[in-house]
C-alpha cells in the first residue's frame, strides 16, 4: 500500500487522534485536541441537537464579532452573557455608570446581578438647596436695590432682582426696615417713591404680614433712627397712615399698639399717623402726604406757600418751624423767593418790629446754610430790579430798603457797598438833562 495514498493517511489519523462525526456522517479527524477541536465539537454538537430536536427551544447564540480595541463588547462572545461591558459605560478613562458613585462601597449591584435585591432600593431625590445669605449681605443688597430704584423708578427691576436673591420668608420683612430707613434720609419725592414701593411689593413680592412685622421693627429702633434723624417719630407716622391708605397695613395695626406704650418716640409716631387717617377724606388726602415734588410744582403754589411760611412766623416767631417748613417744599433753587417777599415785607409794613423779625430769620437760615450766599444776592436784586413798581404803592420804598441795607450789613448779610451800589433810585439822584450820570 501507497504509503502517502489517500487510506493510509485515514486510517493512521483515526488511530492517533479520535475521529468527528459530521452532521453527514462523515468522519472528520483532528490533528491535534486544542482549542479549534473543541470549538468544533461544541458546534457540531449544537448543530445536531437544534436538527434533532424539533420541539426543543433554540438556543440564540450570539455571533462573535471581529474584536476591536475599541469594542464595548465582551471580547468572549461565546462564553459571556452578550451585555456590554460595566453596563456600556466601560472602556479606557470612563468613570462608569452615572450614579455608581453614590454606593459607599464603590459596588453598584445591577438589576441582573444575582446579589441584586430589589427591596434594597432607596429613592434618591435631589433637592436644590441655596446657602442662606447674611443679615449684613441682605442689609447691603437691598439697601442698593433701594437707591437704584430711587435714581430709575423701575419696580419690575426690583422684583426681578429680589426674586433671583431668593430670601428667606422670614428675612423678607427687612425690605420695609431697609427701605423707609433709607427713605427717612432723603426728601420728600424719594419718601413718595419709597411709599409706592412699599405698595407695590405688597402685591407683587411681599405679604402684608411682611410689612407688618417691618414697622414693628421700625417702631422698635425709633431710638436709634432719631440718632441720625430727629424727625423720624413724625416721618414714621407718615409712612404708617400711608400704607393704611395703600392697603400695606390694616388699619388696626395703629389701635392695636396705642393700648399699652412707653417709649415716647413710639407714641408720637403713632400719633402722628392717628391724626392723619382722622382727618375728613384722610384716606383721599394721604396720596399725597409727602407732597408733589418740587420740580414739578407750579411757581404760583410755591409762592403762595412761602407767604404763607412768613405770616406764620411774624406770628409765632418760631424760627425752626420756619426753617422746616422751608427744607420740606424740596426747591432750594428757589429760596431766592423767600429772600425777596421777606424784603418786600418789610417795604410794605415799615414797622421795626417785622424787620428785625425778618432779619433774624434770614441771619439764622443763612448760618444753617439753607439759604446760600447766592440766593440772598437774587433775592436783594430782584427787590432793585422791581423798586420802581414797588415805589408806586410804598412812596418810601428807598428810605426803606437803606434802613434794611444797613440792619442786614450789621448782622453780616450783605455788604453795605452791594446796596450803596445797587439801591440809588433814579428820581432821588439822577435828574432827567444830566444824561443819566450819577451825582456825587
Known amino acids: 500500500m501507497d504509503p502517502y495514498s489517500k487510506e493510509h493517511i485515514s486510517n493512521f489519523l483515526s488511530v492517533v487522534s479520535p475521529s468527528v462525526v459530521d452532521p453527514d456522517g ?13 470549538k468544533l465539537k461544541k458546534n457540531v454538537r449544537i448543530a445536531s441537537i437544534e436538527e434533532n430536536d424539533d420541539n426543543a427551544n433554540k438556543v440564540n447564540i450570539p ?12 471580547r468572549n462572545g ?31 449591584i445591577k438589576f441582573r446581578d444575582p446579589n441584586y435585591d430589589s427591596g434594597s432600593d432607596e429613592q434618591i431625590e435631589f433637592a436644590e438647596v441655596a446657602p442662606e445669605i447674611s443679615l449684613e449681605e441682605i442689609e447691603k443688597s437691598v439697601g442698593d436695590l433701594v437707591k437704584e430704584y430711587i435714581d430709575n423708578g423701575d419696580i419690575d427691576e426690583v422684583v426681578d432682582v429680589l426674586v433671583e436673591m431668593k430670601l428667606h420668608p422670614k428675612h423678607r420683612h427687612l425690605i420695609t426696615v431697609i427701605a423707609v ?7 420728600e419725592p424719594q419718601r413718595e417713591m419709597i411709599s409706592c414701593l412699599i405698595s407695590d411689593l405688597v402685591y407683587l413680592y411681599l405679604t402684608q404680614s411682611n410689612v407688618i412685622d417691618g414697622f414693628k421693627e421700625l417702631l422698635s429702633n425709633l431710638n436709634d433712627l432719631v440718632l441720625d434723624t430727629p424727625e423720624a417719630p413724625q416721618l414714621l407716622g407718615k409712612y404708617i397712615a400711608r400704607a393704611v391708605a395703600d392697603d400695606a397695613l390694616p388699619p388696626r395695626f395703629v389701635q392695636g399698639y396705642q393700648a399699652s406704650i ?3 418716640y413710639i407714641r408720637d409716631a403713632l400719633k402722628k399717623a392717628d391724626i392723619l387717617l382722622s382727618l375728613p377724606h384722610g384716606i383721599v388726602r394721604l396720596d399725597n402726604v409727602w407732597g408733589v415734588g418740587g420740580g414739578i410744582r407750579p411757581v404760583k403754589y410755591l409762592i403762595d406757600r412761602v407767604m404763607m411760611l412768613l405770616k406764620e412766623y411774624l406770628s409765632s416767631s418760631d424760627v425752626n418751624e420756619a426753617t422746616q417748613c422751608l427744607k420740606e ?12 417777599e421777606a424784603l418786600l415785607t418789610i417795604i410794605e409794613d415799615g414797622s421795626n418790629d417785622v424787620m428785625d423779625k425778618i432779619i433774624f430769620l434770614l441771619k439764622q437760615m443763612s448760618a444753617t446754610n439753607v439759604i446760600t450766599p447766592h440766593n440772598l444776592s437774587n433775592g436783594c436784586k430782584r427787590i432793585f430790579d422791581d423798586l420802581p413798581e414797588i415805589c408806586i404803592d410804598c412812596p418810601g420804598a428807598y428810605s426803606s430798603l437803606q434802613l434794611i441795607g444797613t440792619k442786614m ?6 455788604s453795605n457797598d452791594f446796596f450803596e451800589d445797587s439801591g440809588r433810585g433814579r428820581k432821588r439822584f439822577v435828574s432827567e438833562g444830566d444824561g443819566g450820570l450819577l451825582k456825587n
Open 181 to 187: 430707613s433709607i427713605g427717612m434720609e432723603r426728601h
Open 329 to 340: 417744599l424740596d426747591v432750594p433753587h428757589f429760596h431766592h423767593e423767600l429772600v425777596y
Open 262 to 264: 412707653e417709649c415716647p
Open 409 to 414: 450789613t450789621a448782622a453780616g448779610l450783605e
Open 63 to 74: 455571533k462573535r464579532l471581529p474584536y476591536s480595541k475599541n469594542s464595548r463588547k465582551s
Open 26 to 38: 462523515n468522519d472528520l479527524p483532528l490533528q491535534k485536541e486544542g482549542k479549534s477541536a473543541k
Open 78 to 108: 461565546l462564553h459571556g452573557r452578550g451585555f456590554p461591558k460595566k453596563g456600556g459605560a466601560g472602556g479606557k478613562h470612563t468613570w462608569g455608570v452615572p450614579g455608581s458613585e453614590i454606593d459607599a462601597n464603590n459596588e453598584q
